[in-house]
């Protein structure tokens, strides 16, 4: 009678051997100096090279634009040019955003104002309370379960309120917008564009969004819409450093003794660019597309 044990012996070392001499080979094939990866070869698709930090390469005399250079906010360009920065700070950009805690109040309340609105099968109300605002959103259709109401307390309010404002509520660094806006020109609270609220009642925000209404966030490598805290690192508003570059270096020098002489390269001043330049300034938020594609 055969050995079970010697019958599984004979067939598995045979196999064992052939993988052996199958790997030997694989390797000396690969590891001689002749062979040509697939990668490598006259059939290899080409690669871009990675594109280069336009802030090391470019050719410019400004020095603040280079990596490492801080921010400041506009508190420390008011010491020198309250008149400029108080003119800002009355135009619409720089008023793009603010903490509803301590946000101008433009908006309205009541049936006037449409604060409860009905949206397809759901209804959306505008609370206001003394320290926040809260948006709340009820399902009022047919469902074969109970959907529970939401209740987003609002943190940021986007927009001047010359067309009208989006709000953003934040959940454990992450950023949403809310699908209700206040639409200034008609004085009323409705559903904000784009929103499906079959599909969401929320909508991520990007740190893509965020560039372009406020000064400066921080987004968390790795993930869409979540952000490290505090949010607003410094102020809320788009402030002077969007157009004029970070000020650390130039704040420094100007608080040094001494007259400046000739122009100054510690901090980006428009009026000395190329016309092509001071309008690539505008265009970082200006000029929109169907679509954005990366290069």
């Given at each position: 009678?055969?050995?079970?044990?010697?019958?599984?012996?004979?067939?598995?070392?045979?196999?064992?051997?052939?993988?052996?001499?199958?790997?030997?080979?694989?390797?000396?094939?690969?590891?001689?100096?002749?062979?040509?990866?697939?990668?490598?070869?006259?059939?290899?698709?080409?690669?871009?090279?990675?594109?280069?930090?336009?802030?090391?390469?470019?050719?410019?005399?400004?020095?603040?634009?280079?990596?490492?250079?801080?921010?400041?906010?506009?508190?420390?360009?008011?010491?020198?040019?309250?008149?400029?920065?108080?003119?800002?700070?009355?135009?619409?950009?720089?008023?793009?955003?603010?903490?509803?805690?301590?946000?101008?109040?433009?908006?309205?309340?009541?049936?006037?104002?449409?604060?409860?609105?009905?949206?397809?099968?759901?209804?959306?109300?505008?609370?206001?309370?003394?320290?926040?605002?809260?948006?709340?959103?009820?399902?009022?259709?047919?469902?074969?379960?109970?959907?529970?109401?939401?209740?987003?307390?609002?943190?940021?309010?986007?927009?001047s309120g010359t067309r009208g404002r989006s709000y953003l509520t934040a959940e454990h660094g992450t950023v949403w917008q809310t699908p209700i806006s206040w639409f200034g020109p008609q004085e009323r609270w409705d559903l904000s564009?784009?929103?499906?609220?079959?599909?969401?009642?929320?909508?991520?925000?990007?740190?893509?969004?965020?560039?372009?209404?406020?000064?400066?966030?921080?987004?968390?490598?790795?993930?869409?819409?979540?952000?490290?805290?505090?949010?607003?690192?410094?102020?809320?508003?788009?402030?002077?450093?969007?157009?004029?570059?970070?000020?650390?270096?130039?704040?420094?020098?100007?608080?040094?003794?001494?007259?400046?002489?000739?122009?100054?390269?510690?901090?980006?001043?428009?009026?000395?660019?190329?016309?092509?330049?001071?309008?690539?300034?505008?265009?970082?938020?200006?000029?929109?597309?169907?679509?954005?594609v990366n290069r």
């Amino acid at each position: 009678m055969l050995n079970p044990a010697s019958v599984q012996l004979r067939v598995v070392l045979p196999v064992l051997a052939t993988l052996a001499i199958v790997v030997l080979v694989a390797t000396w094939y690969f590891s001689r100096s002749d062979v040509v990866p697939p990668e490598q070869g006259p059939d290899a698709v080409a690669h871009d090279p990675p594109t280069p930090d336009p802030r090391l390469v470019f050719d410019t005399p400004y020095r603040n634009v280079k990596p490492g250079v801080g921010y400041v906010g506009d508190a420390s360009c008011a010491g020198c040019h309250p008149q400029i920065t108080d003119s800002y700070h009355a135009h619409p950009m720089g008023r793009s955003a603010e903490l509803v805690s301590e946000a101008s109040t433009l908006e309205k309340y009541g049936a006037a104002a449409h604060s409860t609105f009905k949206a397809g099968s759901f209804e959306l109300q505008v609370e206001q309370k003394p320290s926040e605002q809260v948006h709340q959103i009820r399902f009022s259709g047919e469902a074969p379960l109970v959907v529970p109401e939401l209740s987003l307390p609002v943190r940021v309010a986007i927009g001047s309120g010359t067309r009208g404002r989006s709000y953003l509520t934040a959940e454990h660094g992450t950023v949403w917008q809310t699908p209700i806006s206040w639409f200034g020109p008609q004085e009323r609270w409705d559903l904000s564009p784009g929103f499906k609220l079959g599909k969401s009642v929320k909508r991520a925000i990007t740190g893509d969004c965020l560039y372009c209404h406020v000064d400066h966030v921080d987004p968390v490598p790795g993930t869409d819409n979540q952000f490290r805290e505090p949010l607003f690192p410094g102020q809320v508003a788009i402030g002077c450093e969007r157009c004029h570059g970070p000020g650390e270096l130039h704040v420094a020098e100007r608080s040094l003794p001494g007259e400046l002489m000739g122009m100054d390269t510690s901090i980006v001043n428009p009026k000395h660019l190329s016309p092509a330049l001071q309008l690539a300034i505008c265009e970082q938020c200006h000029l929109q597309g169907e679509e954005r594609v990366n290069r």
